[in-house]
């Protein structure tokens, strides 16, 4: 963890959230789909995941809380990873 400029302490970790992670012998399992993003403003990487809509993935930087939202649609790309500024 990490003390923002402006005082605040900023947790750097997810709770995990029980009803998107669950025990299949002995090994934990994520249901939701997720994209990897490099935020060059703090310069770090983080996972998006999907909305419960699933019309786009949402997520923030971890350091900043810069927010982010990638739509999904036809006429996408295929690629599982971005950069965001």
């Known amino acids: ?16 959230a029980p009803f998107y ?21 703090c310069n770090v990487y ?3 995941y999907i909305n419960r809509d699933k019309t786009s993935y949402q997520g923030a930087c971890p350091r900043c809380g810069k927010r982010v939202s990638l739509r999904i649609g036809s006429g996408g790309t295929d690629a599982r990873f971005f950069k965001a500024g």
């Open 1 to 16: 963890m990490r003390n923002a400029s402006d005082g605040r302490n900023r947790c750097l970790t997810a709770p995990k």
């Open 21 to 41: 992670i669950e025990q299949k012998g002995g090994m934990t399992v994520e249901k939701r789909k997720f994209l990897g993003v490099h935020f060059t403003c």
């Open 46 to 48: 983080s996972r998006v």
